[in-house]
């Protein structure tokens, strides 16, 4: 909480006694405290669990997410082993509309996944990420997504490039920042904002209808949604997931 401190001034009179001393005005200040709540960072994984989540499109998240020692993590090394439904993408029990995401990832070799936020969940929509905008998570040197302009870690997917690659090899921690604010969007990685774009433009259905999403309908236009980890098949960690409402 934040505290202000108002100052409440009043007067009083200390009267003399039956000798007829004149009257003498002190005044005296108080101090009154307000508390106004200020919004904290919230850690998406508090309690060591999925309680802040379900599996996306609705039920409890799959067996083949696992968190252990505050790291979250995709078991796709052990697929063979899934059953049906144990994998799938994850999203947040709650939707955010001005925002600060920051956590780490890091990837495995060859590997894709991706954080989608402004997702939104109804049977019209089959994947988070024909709502949702990625930030994009990938071994630059391994997968063959990185071959394609904008499908590289720290792009905002399919649409804009980051500004320059500050992305760490396979294996090793990758901190990131997601700031959407009014329509202002800010990606940062590893201390770097690779990209910085205006959302809902005429410049912004521009860059959409010169992408995969094009075809995809209410793409990109919505305002408030939901955070997402991606399922893509490859095993891939997340600590330190927070969020802040701005």
Known sequence: MRKSYIIVTGLAGILASCSGEKAIETETEELAVVETPTEEWTDLF????????????????????????GVVYLDAENKENWKEGDGGDITTNEEYENFHLKYDWKISQNGNSGVIFYTHEGPEYERSYYTGLEMQVLDNEGHPDAKIVSHRAGDLYDLIVSS????????????????????????????TTV????????????????????????????????????????????????IKKL
């Open 46 to 69: 508090a309690s060591n669990d999925f309680s802040n989540w379900h599996k996306y499109g609705g039920g409890e998240v799959g067996n083949a997410w696992k968190i252990e020692n």
């Open 164 to 191: 320059e690659e500050t992305v760490k090899p396979y294996g090793e921690w990758n901190s990131a920042e997601i700031i959407a604010n009014n329509g202002q969007l800010d990606l940062i990685l590893n201390g």
């Open 195 to 242: 990209v910085s774009t205006t959302l809902w433009t005429p410049e912004w259905e521009a860059l959409i209808a010169d992408s995969k999403f094009k075809d995809m309908p209410n793409w990109g236009t919505f305002k408030k949604g939901s955070i997402t980890l991606q399922d893509h098949d490859n095993l891939v960690y997340f600590k330190n997931v927070m």
